[in-house]
């Protein structure tokens, strides 16, 4: 498979301004994918906000498999500066539950300041690689539509302050993918899960790594959804299975690839699917 690298020339000065926007930070919020928690972290990224109190998100988590995400919010709260909360970003349960936590952290602020300047607001930045559900985790924040929101990455390409309390202000940050992905199965899971445009990678490669990675982990919900009694050892095969199941024909009554790949690689980012996690702690 060749490899996949994205980096337009926009992010590269979201990285820098965000760099200068981080003196006036209380808090970072960072935004995972919940399917891909360690491939949706930008290790650049991670050197500039290392010194931050760090909230990280596992956003989607109603796509994501269960039991895995657990595991990595244990992972993730083990680490002394960070607290993990997994995310439906449509679930108001959920953002009351960012909300209060930034709350919570104005109160510390504030009382590990006593006898000096009492803080009276939190500053939060967030922050995020394209298409991990920023723009629409912003938006039920605010409980407004505050931030562009799309289907697809590299949306929000400017910096804007949100209000989600009287006392805790956001900093909406563009979603920012790094120069080269020292990690060919970095850049196949982000492909996979759409947070790079599908027209930068071979759609073919990514959705045949796919199905193997189904059929390796997930053989059940594969069979349950395509309506398959068994599934073919042989990895072409069974992808022709699934497009003659779901009634991807050309014209001579061959399967239509094409069509297939894309169908299988839509079914598994709507979560249409199931629940899976494309990679463990």
């Known amino acids: 498979m060749t490899s996949i690298n994205w980096y337009p020339g926009h992010m590269a000065k979201a990285t820098r301004e965000l760099k200068e926007q981080l003196k006036q930070i209380h808090l970072v919020i960072e935004v995972l994918d919940a399917r891909i928690p360690y ?9 500039v906000i290392a010194h931050k109190p760090r909230l990280i998100i596992l956003n989607k988590k109603d796509l994501a498999d269960v039991y895995k ?14 607290h993990a909360i997994a995310v439906n970003a449509f679930k108001k349960t959920d953002i009351k539950a960012i909300i209060s936590y930034c709350e919570t952290q104005l109160l510390r602020k504030s009382d590990a300041s006593s006898g000096r300047q009492s803080f009276q607001r939190l500053n939060v930045m967030i922050v995020g690689i394209p298409n991990v559900g920023k723009s629409q985790l ?21 910096q804007q302050w949100v209000r989600l309390s009287p006392t805790v202000y956001l900093l909406d940050t563009p979603g920012v993918l790094w120069p080269k992905f020292e990690s060919e199965q970095v850049g196949i899971n982000l492909a996979v899960t759409g947070a790079i445009k599908d027209h930068i990678f071979n759609m073919e490669d990514v959705s045949f790594y796919l199905l193997r990675y189904l059929t390796k982990n997930y053989p059940t919900l594969l069979q349950r959804r395509f309506k398959l009694t068994s599934l073919p050892e042989d990895i072409v095969e069974l992808m022709m299975c699934i497009g003659r199941q779901r009634g991807c024909i050309e014209r001579g009554g061959t ?8 169908m299988l690689l839509h079914e598994y980012r709507s979560g249409k699917l199931g629940l899976i996690t494309l990679e463990d702690c």
């Open 39 to 47: 491939s949706s972290q930008n290790p650049h990224l991670e050197k």
């Open 69 to 82: 995400t657990q595991a990595w919010m244990t992972y993730f709260n083990q680490q002394s500066t960070r």
């Open 255 to 262: 399967v239509d690839l094409d069509k297939t790949v894309k």
């Open 138 to 158: 912003i938006n039920q924040l605010a409980n407004k539509k505050s931030a562009k929101v799309a289907n697809r990455p590299a949306v929000t390409q400017h």
